[in-house]
């Protein structure tokens, strides 16, 4: 159980390209999925908190309308890097929490690695 | 908000040794500690967690301590094997907030 899908897994686009990731809770619904950002060799780094059904609550420095992030159903979240350019480029995972309430595990799906021309 | 400072950020031991990774973290209302192992260029899995109300929990040969009052937790890999080399991150989730925070990470080398 515990299963989160994301795709693509891999990106290769022109700058300036918009690109769209799925992030899907298989076998749970998630009420709250979470969106990392991940450079080489460094930690996970949370990009915005994606509630089903409201608007995403961004962390600082994130810019909400270059990363558009829709979750309209307990089952899928979107983030979209819109007009993407090569600082863009990076791992971009998402991940799910089983049920409400702080203390409960997140499961990550596999990751997306954007590379921007 | 929450901050989470993990050591050391690389860690190299011979295959059978035990290898040690700690964590501080900054927020006392803190109450979960998942442990996440992340190969190269995979998802982070969670490997074991840890609740606030439990002072030690263990699965096999990894095993996670907290001591709550020093706001510190530590994962104890013991035997370990070369498949253990991989990047392990800690984690902190405070009461007050939604998010984990996430330690810098340590690259685990286990040498055959």
């Known amino acids: 159980g515990a299963v989160v899908s994301q795709h693509p897994s891999w990106v290769i686009c022109k700058s300036g390209t918009s690109v769209k990731i799925e992030c899907r809770s298989l076998?749970?619904?998630?009420?709250?999925m979470f969106w990392y950002r991940q450079f080489p060799k460094q930690s996970l780094m949370l990009m915005a908190t994606s509630n089903e059904g409201s608007k995403a609550t961004y962390e600082q420095g994130v810019e909400k309308d270059k990363f558009l992030i829709n979750h309209a159903s307990l089952t899928l979240s979107t983030l979209t890097v819109t007009s993407a350019h090569p600082e863009d480029s990076s791992f971009y995972i998402c991940?799910?929490?089983?049920?409400?309430?702080?203390?409960?595990?997140?499961?990550f799906g596999d990751g997306t690695r954007l590379s921007i021309l | 908000g929450e901050n989470v400072e993990q050591h050391p950020s690389t860690l190299s031991v011979q295959e059978g040794d035990s290898a040690v990774i700690k964590c501080t973290y900054s927020d006392s209302a803190s109450n979960y500690f998942p442990w996440y192992k992340q190969e190269l260029g995979k998802r982070p899995q969670l490997i074991i967690d840890?609740?606030?109300?439990?002072g030690e929990k263990k699965d096999q040969r990894i095993a996670v301590t907290l001591n709550k009052t020093a706001k510190h937790f530590s994962l104890h890999i013991t035997e370990t094997q070369p498949e253990d080399s991989a990047v392990y991150f800690c984690a902190a989730y405070g009461n007050a907030g939604n998010m984990l925070t996430f330690g810098g990470g340590t690259r685990l080398m286990v040498k055959p």
């Open positions: 840890i609740r606030s109300n439990v």
């Open positions: 991940s799910a929490r089983l049920q409400r309430g702080s203390n409960q595990p997140q499961h």
């Open positions: 076998d749970f619904q998630a009420t709250t």
